[in-house]
T-cell receptor, first 115, second 112 residues
Framework: AQSVTQPDIHITVSEGASLELRCNYS??????LFWYVQSPGQGLQLLLK??????LVQGIKGFEAEFKRSQSSFNLRKPSVHWSDAAEYFC?????????????FGTGTLLAVQP | GAGVSQSPSNKVTEKGKDVELRCDPI?????LYWYRQSLGQGLEFLIY????????KSGLPSDRFSAERTGGSVSTLTIQRTQQEDSAVYLC??????????FGEGSWLTVV
């Protein structure tokens, strides 16, 4: 069965520091992978997605993620974190036979940013 | 509309009552999804509608949960005989088939 693991429940970084949020997936075929961000009291916003092609994908707000098939990973990175990046981040894999028929989400990583 | 609209944004109900949550997807989007987000949990898939196809109900946790989508647009998620464990944020989302899923801001349900 498809699944997504985000091993870090809570991460704290200093403003200006680099960030990497981990995501591992389990899926039998080529996965469709997504990162979403949820700010307090807000809905989910898509940061970036990987369907095929270049394994390094660029997203909004300066985020990027790299698909590594050999490691079944899709880690999210940002070179310099801003205080406004404090939020919860969700990795997801598209399942159900289509790119977005059904998304399976990880349990999320809550990011805190220290001044 | 410009985005996925959900109502009510907050609902407090007594245990045993029925509740209805409404979702108005982005105009023209053929796919509609319901997810549930409980405290400390990830997002749990509930149900998926795509056009006129039979919905994928594989995520509904019990027969107290049901959903319908009228006219291929607005959807209503109904929870009958609510229980305290039903307290959660219910998120609706929509997409054009095979494209990015856009989420609403959710309906916060509290069962007391």
């Amino acid at each position: 069965a498809q699944s997504v693991t985000q091993p870090d429940i809570h991460i704290t970084v200093s403003e200006g520091a680099s960030l990497e949020l981990r995501c591992n997936y389990s899926y039998g075929a080529t996965p469709y992978l997504f990162w979403y961000v949820q700010s307090p009291g807000q809905g989910l916003q898509l940061l970036l997605k990987y369907f095929s092609g270049d394994t390094l994908v660029q997203g909004i707000k300066g985020f990027e993620a790299e698909f590594k098939r050999s490691q079944s990973s899709f880690n999210l990175r940002k070179p310099s974190v801003h205080w406004s990046d404090a939020a919860e981040y969700f990795c997801a894999v598209g399942a159900g036979g289509g790119a977005t028929n059904k998304l399976i989400f990880g349990t999320g990583t809550l990011l805190a940013v220290q001044p | 509309g410009a985005g996925v609209s959900q109502s009510p944004s907050n609902k407090v109900t007594e245990k045993g009552k029925d509740v209805e949550l409404r979702c108005d997807p982005i105009s023209g989007h053929t796919a509609l999804y319901w997810y549930r987000q409980s405290l400390g949990q990830g997002l749990e898939f509930l149900i998926y509608f795509q056009g006129n196809s039979a919905p994928d109900k594989s995520g509904l946790p019990s027969d107290r949960f049901s959903a319908e989508r009228t006219g291929g647009s607005v959807s209503t998620l109904t929870i009958q005989r609510t229980q305290q464990e039903d307290s959660a944020v219910y998120l609706c989302a929509s997409s054009l088939r095979g494209n990015t899923i856009y989420f609403g801001e959710g309906s916060w349900l509290t069962v007391v």
